[in-house]
T-cell receptor, first 106, second 115 residues
């Protein structure tokens, strides 16, 4: 299975702190994407990183990819209460993991 | 350009009835994906379709579940003889190209409750 698996399952931080989530996968991939889901809503695309890229930035988001370890990380800097959501990684053909539930405490 | 439209948003069915969930992809998107999500859980891949073709149905239960994406009209996820365990949120996503060459856009989901 190419399904990504996120770690940790749940994360609670204070507003202003950084949040780091990890994703591991089992087989070779072409690309990896991160998505966000607010409670009860559909997923929203955050960022895509290709297999030949090691790091990518988008606003307060920083994604890294280590294909040798088959892992990716999502860093949210200077977190805000509005960042509270579940975060999922997806590998080829949009297989999603179980997600990391992030709670940012104001 | 409207986003991915799913209807109905909420659907209540009695055990043994049929549930039909509809998904209209974004304009110009020919790839559709269906997922099931139980409360507090992740998205479970069910099926990937491209116009008139099922590309990957490895996540679809072998019985009672079927999906189609006809040349005209929305994609349909059909669940026959529903059981309580089918209660979940069903999400549809569409993309312009297959795989991860482009991002997927999600609908707001259909929440199925089987009573």
């Amino acid at each position: 299975s190419q399904q990504g698996e996120e770690d940790p399952q749940a994360l609670s931080i204070q507003e202003g702190e950084n949040a780091t989530m990890n994703c591991s996968y089992k087989t070779s991939i072409n690309n990896l994407q991160w998505y966000r889901q607010n409670s009860g809503r559909g997923l929203v695309h955050l960022i895509l990183i290709r297999s030949n890229e090691r790091e990518k930035h988008s606003g307060r988001l920083r994604v890294t990819l280590d294909t040798s370890k088959k892992s990716s990380s999502l860093l949210i800097t200077a977190s805000r209460a509005a960042d509270t959501a579940s975060y999922f990684c997806a590998t080829d053909q949009f297989y999603f993991g179980t997600g990391t539930s992030l709670t940012v405490i104001p | 350009n409207a986003g991915v439209m799913q209807n109905p948003r909420h659907l209540v069915r009695r055990r043994g009835q049929e549930a039909r969930l509809r998904c209209s992809p974004m304009k110009g998107h020919s790839h559709v994906y269906w997922y099931r999500q139980l409360p507090e859980e992740g998205l479970k891949f069910m099926v990937y379709l491209q116009k008139e073709n099922i590309i990957d149905e490895s996540g679809m239960p072998k019985e009672r579940f079927s999906a189609e994406f006809p040349k005209e009209g929305p994609s349909i996820l059909r669940i026959q003889q529903v059981v309580r365990g089918d209660s979940a949120a069903y999400f549809c996503a569409s993309s312009e190209a297959g795989g991860l060459r482009t991002e997927a856009f999600f609908g707001q989901g259909t929440r199925l409750t089987v009573v």
